[in-house]
């Protein structure tokens, strides 16, 4: 029964977290990314105060007052029961209301146009900062496996260096190597320590700039083995349609495509021609032909300026 507890409340093993954990991390506590969604609410908020400045407002303002003593007067006209009317009241309220109405304001509304313009620019910059901080977790991230890897490799190294010493003393004991072999042998041992303590140091410091980037502390004690995902991509010609556009060079570039499929009878296989022409202002600027003939598959590109 106590093996049985102990099984039970056994901790996780150690070992370095997914990278998703890493992506998580820094997409709420990374400061780059804080930065940039602090300054999407401030942009936004600044557009909202320029549209209010344009549109109809009402302003409404209170006030109450406490008088010490109270005033009043009755008024009786002829053939009428007296009436009591206050002077003072003494407990007073008072209220008013503007209403404010913009009638032409060009400059207003170039001011909400250029405030939302850079509410937008903020969005952009946002998604570009996430992308940036993706991409820099990322490679510290694997860069980090890499070290750790290359910390294996160094201990492997120095193992073997070792028993290279080991072994030249023993052939110089046997009178078989002489002294400058063990000694080549010795600095090669120290030559080895020093890449496994570079390799090491490497560790710390990538573990710490991911660190830095991410908010989470990598466990580096042991690394988790990396799936390899070398499945076959699909065919160019799967990627391309009559809706693609291509941006060249920063222009927006028009697609035509074509698609030409018959069968030889006399070899029995099918022949696949597909090209694709991108154009620019009515001129073509990029061609793709790719022809697939049974199971071989030739692609030709060829391109020009527009005159």
């Not at 370095?16 to 804080?34: H, S, V, Y």
């Not at 977790?137 to 980090?144: D, F, K, M, N, T």
């Not at 022409?277 to 990029?286: G, H, Q, R, T, Y």
Request: proline share 5%; glycine share 6%.
């Amino acid at each position: 029964m106590p093996f049985l507890l102990l099984v039970l409340h056994s901790p996780p093993s150690l070992a370095l977290q997914p990278l998703e954990m890493f992506l998580a991390g820094a997409g709420e506590r990374n400061p780059d990314e804080l930065e940039a969604r602090a300054t999407v609410l401030e942009e936004q908020g600044q557009a909202l105060s320029a549209l209010g400045r344009v549109l109809p407002g009402v302003a409404a303002n209170g006030s109450y007052t406490r008088n010490q003593y109270s005033s009043a007067i009755t008024l009786a006209q002829p053939g009428q029961p007296a009436q009591t009317v206050t002077l003072l009241p003494r407990d007073e309220w008072d209220g008013s209301a503007t209403l404010t109405v913009p009638l032409v304001d060009l400059a207003g509304i170039r001011r909400v146009s250029a405030a939302n313009a850079g509410a937008k620019s903020a969005a952009y910059q946002l998604d570009a900062t996430w992308l940036q901080v993706q991409g820099l977790v990322a490679q510290q991230y694997y860069q980090l496996v890499a070290d750790l890897a290359l910390v294996a490799a160094s201990r492997v190294a120095l193992d073997a260096s070792r028993e290279g010493l080991a072994l030249a003393q023993a052939r110089l004991r046997a009178g078989a190597a002489g002294v400058l072999e063990v000694d080549r042998a010795r600095a090669d041992v120290e030559q080895q320590f020093q890449q496994l303590a570079a390799a090491e140091l490497q560790v710390t410091l990538t573990a710490r700039a991911l660190e830095s980037a991410s908010n989470v502390q990598p466990d580096v004690s042991e690394v988790v083995p990396l799936i390899d995902d070398l499945h076959p991509e699909p065919e160019l010609r799967l990627f391309l349609s009559t809706s693609l556009q291509a941006s060249v060079d920063g222009s927006r570039f028009a697609t035509t495509s074509t698609h030409d499929c018959r069968r030889n009878a006399d070899i029995g296989r099918e022949t696949s021609t597909t090209q694709v022409i991108f154009e620019k202002d009515n001129v073509p600027a990029l061609s793709i032909v790719t022809t697939a003939e049974g199971s071989q598959t030739c692609e030709q590109f060829s391109g020009w300026k527009p005159q």
